[in-house]
C-alpha cells in the first residue's frame, strides 16, 4: 500500500497520563498556518514572525478564550526532524489537555499522524536511513544501559556507514565485472581478479563479523531468557524471590505449589535476565498440575540458560526424557540449593552436561548476590563481541545480512571456478539489493510500514 506523505499531520508526542509536560506535534506545509491559528506569542506577533528554531512563550487559545499557558516552537523544513515544516507546542500535561489541543490541531486541517508517521517522513525525506529510524524505536524501548548503548551507536549512523562501506567495494567489483560483459575482448575480469577476490573476502569477513553479534545485540534488546527447573519443592520459587529481592513467588513446604509459570526481569550489568518459575517436574496424574508441567518443559525448550535447582538435602537428579533431551541442548548452571541443611555438598554425577556448578542456599543474601554476579558475568561474555558500533540489533537486518553474505560467497565461488561473468553479475547485484534492504534503500513497502506501525504514535 501506497501512503500519501503530502498532507499535515499531528500528534502528540509524549507519553499519555499526568506529566509535567505534554508535547504536540504537528508536520507538514500547513504546519505553520496551523500554528498561528491555535497559539497566540506574548509579545503579539504570529508565531511565523517569532523566527525559526526559538521558544516562543504564549497561549494556546480555541477561538476567543485562553486553553493553556504553553511554548510553541516553529522548525521550518528541512532543518526538522521531518525534513518539513514543524510546529512544536508544550502545554502542561495531562490526557485531557492534550486531547483538547491535538483536537484543535485536527479542525485547522491536520489529520491524526499514524504510528511512527513523524520518523517516516524523516526516513522517507532522506533525512535519516532506516538503521537509524530504527534506532530511534530501539532507544525509546531500552531496558538497560547496554540496549541504549547500542540504539544511539545506530542513531550516530555507525551501521549505516559501515553498510555503504561494504556496498562500495561491492559495486566496485561489479562495475570491472560488467566492463567484462561489455568488453570482453578487454579480458577485465582476469585482469583484476586478485583484486575482485580480495574485495568480496573483506566483504564476507565484515558481515560475517556483524552476524556473530547479532544474536548478542538481540539479547541485551530482549535479554537472556533463564528458566528455574527441577523437581517440586527444591526451593525455585524461593530463588525467584531472592534474585529479585522480593516475594514475587508463594512458597510453602507442599510440592506442587507452583502450577504456573511466572516470568520477572532483572537487570545483571545492563543485560536483561528473563527469570521464569516452573512447576516442579516430575510424572503425576493430576491434571492441573500436569498442564503446569507442559507449559515448565516449553519454558524449559525456549530458554537461552538454564538453572537446574536441586536439594542438597535431597539430591534427585533423575530427569524425564524429554526433559533430559532439552537441557543437554542448552547451557545448564545446576543450583544446589539448602546448602545450609546439609552437613555437607553432595558428590553429584549428573546425566547431561552441565556449563557451572553453584552450591548456595537461597535464604542466603550474600550467596544470592554472588549468584547475581556468575550469571551477568556469563551473559557478558556471550554478548562479549555485541558492543561493536556496526552491531546489526534486530531481526530484520540479520535476515538481510545473510542473504547478502550467501550471495557474495557464490560470487566468490562462482569467480573461483571461473564461470561466466553474467553469473557474477547476478550474485553481486543480488549482495547489494540485500544490503540496501538494511539501509532502506530496496526494503520493499509493506516492510517499511510495518517497521513503522510498530511506534507510538506521535514518535
Not at 532506516?130 to 538497560?144: D, P, Q, S, V, W
Not at 561489479?174 to 582476469?190: K, M, R, T, Y
Not at 568480496?200 to 534488546?221: F, N, P
Request: proline share 4%; net charge negative; with cysteine.
Amino acid at each position: 500500500m501506497t501512503l500519501d506523505f503530502s498532507d499535515s499531520i499531528a500528534g502528540v508526542a509524549t507519553a499519555p497520563g499526568q506529566a509535567g509536560v505534554a508535547i504536540i506535534r504537528i508536520s507538514g506545509p500547513e504546519a505553520i498556518q496551523i500554528g498561528n491559528q491555535l497559539f497566540r506569542p506574548a509579545h503579539g506577533k504570529l508565531l511565523s514572525e517569532q523566527g525559526a528554531r526559538r521558544l516562543i512563550y504564549g497561549w494556546v487559545t480555541e477561538g476567543e478564550k485562553d486553553l493553556d499557558e504553553a511554548l510553541a516552537c516553529y522548525m521550518p523544513g528541512p532543518h526538522s526532524f521531518t525534513a518539513e515544516d514543524v510546529v512544536e507546542i508544550q502545554a502542561h500535561g495531562g490526557i485531557y489537555l492534550s486531547g483538547r489541543i491535538l483536537e484543535l490541531c485536527l479542525k485547522q486541517g491536520a489529520r491524526m499522524a499514524r504510528p511512527g508517521e513523524f520518523t517516516q517522513r524523516a526516513f522517507i525525506n532522506g533525512r535519516i536511513d532506516l538503521t537509524r529510524a530504527e534506532a530511534i524505536g530501539e532507544i525509546t524501548k531500552a531496558k538497560t544501559g547496554l540496549a541504549l548503548e547500542i540504539g544511539i551507536n545506530q542513531l550516530k549512523g555507525r551501521l549505516y556507514e559501515s553498510i555503504q562501506g561494504l556496498k562500495e567495494k561491492i559495486v566496485w567489483a561489479h562495475s570491472l565485472i560488467n566492463a567484462g560483459i561489455d568488453f570482453p575482448e578487454e579480458d577485465v575480469v582476469f585482469t583484476h581478479e586478485k583484486q575482485i577476490r580480495t574485495a568480496l573476502q573483506d566483504v564476507s569477513a565484515q558481515l560475517i563479523g556483524m552476524l556473530e553479534g547479532a544474536r548478542g545485540s538481540m539479547m541485551i534488546r530482549n535479554g537472556f531468557k533463564a528458566a528455574l527447573t527441577g523437581r517440586p519443592n527444591v526451593g525455585k520459587s524461593s530463588l525467584l524471590n531472592g534474585l529479585l529481592n522480593e516475594d514475587r513467588a508463594i512458597v510453602t513446604d507442599l510440592p506442587g505449589t507452583t502450577r504456573d509459570l511466572i516470568e520477572e526481569s532483572i537487570d545483571l550489568g545492563g543485560i536483561p535476565l528473563v527469570l521464569s518459575d516452573t512447576a516442579g517436574i516430575r510424572d503425576t496424574k493430576d491434571k492441573i498440575e500436569q498442564i503446569g508441567i507442559t507449559k515448565s518443559l516449553r519454558a524449559v525448550k525456549e530458554a537461552d540458560l538454564i538453572l537446574w535447582v536441586v536439594d542438597a538435602t535431597d539430591p534427585d537428579l533423575t530427569l524425564l526424557e524429554e526433559e533430559a533431551k532439552i537441557k543437554g541442548e542448552k547451557p545448564v548452571f545446576l543450583l544446589v540449593n539448602k546448602c545450609d541443611l546439609a552437613a555437607q555438598p553432595p558428590l553429584l554425577e549428573p546425566p547431561i552436561p552441565i556449563t557451572m556448578r553453584i552450591d548456595l542456599a537461597a535464604i542466603n543474601h550474600d550467596q544470592i548476590l554472588k549468584l547475581k554476579e556468575t550469571l551477568g558475568r556469563y551473559m557478558r561474555e556471550q554478548v562479549s563481541g555485541s558492543l561493536e558500533e556496526t552491531s546489526l540489533t534486530n531481526l530484520r537486518q540479520t535476515q538481510a545480512a545473510e542473504a547478502a553474505l550467501k550471495a557474495v560467497e557464490a560470487a566468490a565461488q562462482a569467480l573461483g571456478e571461473g564461470m561466466g561473468e553474467e553469473l557474477l553479475s547476478v550474485d553481486l547485484a543480488n549482495a547489494l539489493n540485500h544490503l540496501g534492504e538494511i539501509v532502506g534503500e530496496t526494503t520493499p513497502d509493506d516492510i517499511l510500514n510495518g517497521i513503522f506501525s510498530n511506534f507510538c504514535i506521535g514518535k
